[in-house]
């Protein structure tokens, strides 16, 4: 009921950043979605939502959401470049020397998203650059689940030279990820790691 309510509200209620953090429905939106099976419909959506709309890039915390929305909207009617795209934009458009969580989440979420259009160079370079950071981070062992997503996207991006079923060796690293990635360095909660993406992913690249 309420979620309708918000839902229909937007992007008018996207106006009152001022008094709430507004953007984290967007999140909420995507989950609900996969929970009832419509995440594709998101895409579509957005023109009628968005149409008249345009973010606040010095708020932030809600434009980062917002980009986030965007680019797994893409994601889930497999338009991968246009995800990367809106990704990259956001890295251009925000500093992240005081937001190491948001960079982690969206360089690995970026790398993904090179990997499913075949831009793997690109992928490997961003992957790279998101494990020093990782690394710089876990020092007390708080970025764990980021350190399994990255070596999820690492076996993904080696699966030309790696032996056996790629996806029976994701799907162990991938429940680990979900056991881990609770509290406040929880991220990508809205990528849906199914077994369907599993195998996606298992496939030897070319």
Excluded at 28 to 42: A, D, P, V
Excluded at 125 to 134: A, E, G, P, Y
């Amino acid at each position: 009921q309420y979620f309708e309510l918000l839902n229909n509200q937007f992007p008018k209620f996207f106006y009152n950043n001022h008094t709430c953090f507004c953007s984290k429905f967007l999140i909420s939106k995507i989950e609900t979605y996969i929970e009832q099976g419509k995440e594709n419909k998101l895409y579509d959506e957005n023109t009628d939502i968005f149409e008249k709309y345009s973010p606040e890039k010095t708020d932030i915390p809600n434009y980062v959401n917002y980009m986030k929305y965007l680019a797994a909207s893409a994601f889930y009617v497999r338009k991968y470049p246009e995800a990367a795209k809106i990704l990259s934009e956001l890295i251009n458009d925000i500093g992240f020397k005081h937001f190491p969580h948001t960079e982690i989440e969206i360089k690995l979420f970026l790398a993904l998203s090179y990997s499913m259009c075949n831009k793997y160079e690109l992928a490997w370079n961003v992957l790279r650059s998101v494990t020093r950071k990782i690394s710089e981070m876990n020092s007390n062992g708080s970025y764990e689940n980021a350190k399994l997503f990255a070596k999820i996207l690492n076996l993904q991006l080696s699966s030309a030279s790696q032996k056996g079923n790629i996806a029976k060796k994701i799907l162990p690293l991938k429940n680990q990820f979900d056991i881990l990635n609770q509290g406040d360095k929880r991220m990508l909660e809205y990528i849906k790691l199914d077994e369907k993406f599993i195998e996606q992913l298992g496939k030897p690249i070319k």
